[in-house]
């Protein structure tokens, strides 16, 4: 069955940077995209940016632009999402989901705190 | 980027309701819109796809309809299971906006 594990929780320093895994299982790797998507507590869903696997390329929201790389190891299924520069305000919950017809399955969400 | 404006931002219900939800892109997205529910602490559910197209496993009192930029989702006759937060994502070529969401209540 399709799987998406995310990374654990992270505490960050404002100005630090952090890092958020996201391992596939279950599919092709290279055959669908993979969205980063966050939600700040009690707020919506803010999609940061999107990868194709194969052949690596990325699309990152213009809000995000210069602050968030998506990077991917296709031998262990596994993309990436980092973001710098942090700010109190990107306390989130970080989601990665497979971009099939729509996001048709999503990772638990990685809480990440950015708190000095 | 392309803008979503969802509304309501809230719409308080009775069980048995017939719901209507509302997405408007800022460019034209053909059909490359989805809609998603979300309940507390969890990730979203995929419900449509291409703007009309019922994700398996999804229950056919729900539906969407549009093409271009204006969409709309219908709950065709409200569920207690049915409260929640909706949400709908353009994602034409190679992006993904997010509407701000509309929270359906129990009235």
């Known amino acids: 069955q399709v799987q998406l594990v995310q990374s654990g929780a992270e505490v960050k320093k404002p100005g630090a940077s952090v890092k958020v895994s996201c391992k596939a299982s279950g599919y092709t790797f290279t055959s669908y995209y993979i969205h980063w998507v966050r939600q700040a507590p009690g707020q919506g869903l803010e999609w940061l940016g999107i990868?194709?696997?194969?052949?690596?390329?990325?699309t990152y929201s213009q809000k995000f632009q210069g602050r968030v790389t998506v990077t991917r190891d296709t031998s262990i299924s596994t993309v990436y999402m980092e973001l710098s520069s942090l700010k109190s305000e990107d306390t989130a919950v970080y989601f990665c989901a497979r971009g099939g017809n729509g996001l048709d399955y999503w990772g638990r969400g990685t809480l990440v705190t950015v708190s000095s | 980027d392309i803008q979503m404006t969802q509304s309501p931002s809230t719409l308080s219900a009775s069980v048995g309701d017939r719901v209507t939800i509302t997405c408007r892109a800022s460019q034209s997205i053909t059909n490359w819109l989805a809609w998603y529910q979300q309940k507390p602490g969890k990730a979203p559910k995929l419900l449509i796809y291409k703007a009309s197209n019922l994700e398996s496993g999804v229950p056919s009192r729900f539906s969407g309809s549009g093409s271009g930029t204006d969409f709309t989702l219908t709950i065709s006759s409200l569920q207690p299971d049915d409260f929640a937060t909706y949400y709908c994502q353009q994602y034409n070529g190679f992006s993904g906006t997010f509407g701000q969401g509309t929270k359906v209540e129990i009235k």
């Open positions: 990868m194709n696997p194969s052949p690596g390329s990325t």
